[in-house]
């Protein structure tokens, strides 16, 4: 459902990339925006919860369709949680590093176009030590879980719970650089190919 608020201003409900796409093919009839930001969104999508995220699912629906893209996500944790505003620290930083992304960003070639992830540290904005061009990282062991629960009412139901989110990855990734004060940006493409095992199982052909 897409729904014209004003002039320039409409509502869509869906998913992010559903959203997208009736921004871009209804909305926008007839010429495309410059820039998708998706996000801010409430929580990190550093890690392996780049793979779960409506966030990034957002951006790169919009970097398919040849439109530069970014993910924008705000970690939350003990030092930011609390504040009057838990997303002071994009709200005040986003703005000068997505001018400073598109002035950098490299052509494009029309095959699996980057995008890019972009997650802002759990901590005030006058504590963000800067920013790091980062790998997607991994936390070990800190994966959704399912579990059974009942309602007051007896209603049985599934439970999906989160891991910790305040484990660091490796050096040079994502969820550390945010964890150490640093807003992490990451070049991402739809290609999920595992390009170093490739030739390896070439064997099997």
Excluded at 9 to 19: L, M, T
Excluded at 64 to 81: D, E
Excluded at 134 to 139: I, N, T
Excluded at 153 to 161: A, D, H, V
Aim: with cysteine.
């Amino acid at each position: 459902m897409l729904s014209q608020l004003e002039e320039r201003r409409f509502a869509a409900e869906g998913s992010p990339a559903d959203c997208v796409l009736a921004g871009i093919h209804v909305a926008m009839t007839g010429e495309k925006p410059d820039l998708v930001l998706s996000g801010v969104n409430r929580g990190n999508n550093s890690a392996e919860n780049a793979l779960y995220s409506g966030t990034l699912g957002g951006a790169m629906e919009a970097a398919l369709q040849g439109i530069p893209a970014m993910a924008l996500s705000q970690y939350f944790g003990p030092h930011n949680r609390e504040l009057p505003d838990p997303f002071e620290a994009s709200a005040a930083h986003a703005v000068g590093l997505i001018r400073k992304i598109l002035a950098a960003a490299p052509e494009e070639d029309e095959d699996y176009r980057l995008f890019y992830n972009i997650n802002f540290p759990p901590v005030p904005a006058d504590a963000v030590k800067g920013t790091r061009v980062v790998r997607q990282g991994f936390r070990r062991g800190s994966h959704f879980s399912a579990e059974e629960q009942t309602s007051p009412t007896g209603r049985r139901y599934l439970w999906i719970k989160g891991g910790d989110q305040h484990v660091h990855t490796a050096p040079d990734t994502d969820a550390s650089a945010n964890l150490e004060g640093y807003i992490s940006v990451t070049p991402m493409r739809a290609d999920l190919t595992a390009d170093e095992t490739l030739e390896a199982f070439k064997r099997i052909e």
